[in-house]
């Protein structure tokens, strides 16, 4: 897997490098719920909120909405640098964190961030069937959640297969541990229902690159999680599931991921242009 990585490394510098000349602004803690919404909950008006990184006087790029990590109780909304100046928008979310509320409702908050992304990104010249949803660790997991679970993106009126693409980065496929937590459920009792991706496989997902570090050096079963998430997958009829290991990458493993992600996003994207 090393080697694979390396190579994608090569790729993805030549080619981003076309882009490098396009001119890009921010757009800062835009709110993504409704106005009803922001109004009725202080917490919600405060901490949910996104900024955008986009090419100007550009049409039809792709979009990823890129949510962080922090096991759904901390961490903060970012632009990885690594995607900067690689002609995509991109998106970096914040959502509700535990305990200050139940970490479910980052679910909830990740389903109105990608809404407001489809419903908006034509306003900042962007193409809204070109949006990919990626994030680390418990970005990772909610991306999956509602990419895979259908009824958090239905409920804001938009088909989660319209995704473009899927890509987690260690993310948990099983129950998050901080649901479990809640439920009084130990860290390492593995658990799958309805708050696991993998309860969640179906033939007709959205494309799914899946992500981790090296087994041997992620925490706890992350990259055992993603194999088996993996496996069901395809065993239910998915075609376009793939899984990369990175040999000697612990769970921060984002650097030598974000050249897989933005191979992956262009891969999609000739793809799209090459059935039109």
Partial sequence: MKKITLLLCFLFIGISSF?????????????????ATNKADNYINERCVLDIYYPKNTKGFAT????????????DKEIPEALKNKGFA????????????????????????VSWAFN??????????????????????LGMMIG?????????????????????FSGQCITHFEIRQENGIPEKQPTIDAFAPLYHVRADAPPLLLI????????LGRYEENAYMARMMKLVGHTQTKLYELDGYGHGMTEPAFPLLVNEVNRILKEKQTKK
């Avoid at 882009?19 to 106005?35: F, L, M, R």
């Avoid at 908006?120 to 070109?130: A, E, F, L, V, W």
């Fill in 19 to 35: 882009s490098q000349n396009s001119e890009y602004e921010t757009k800062s803690n835009i709110q993504y719920h409704n106005t």
């Fill in 212 to 219: 981790t570090g090296d087994r041997e050096l992620e925490m």
């Fill in 64 to 75: 990823i909405v890129w949510f962080h990590g922090g096991g759904l109780t901390g961490g």
């Fill in 148 to 168: 895979l679970d259908k009824k958090y993106l239905q409920k804001e009126g938009i088909d989660a297969n319209r995704i473009a693409g899927l890509i987690p």
């Fill in 90 to 113: 991109i998106i970096g979310v914040n959502y509700r964190l535990s305990p200050k509320v139940k970490a479910a409702k980052a679910i909830e908050d990740a389903a109105a961030a």
């Fill in 120 to 141: 908006n990104i034509t306003h900042y010249g962007g193409d809204p069937s070109s949006i990919f949803v990626s994030g680390h660790s418990a970005g990772g997991y």
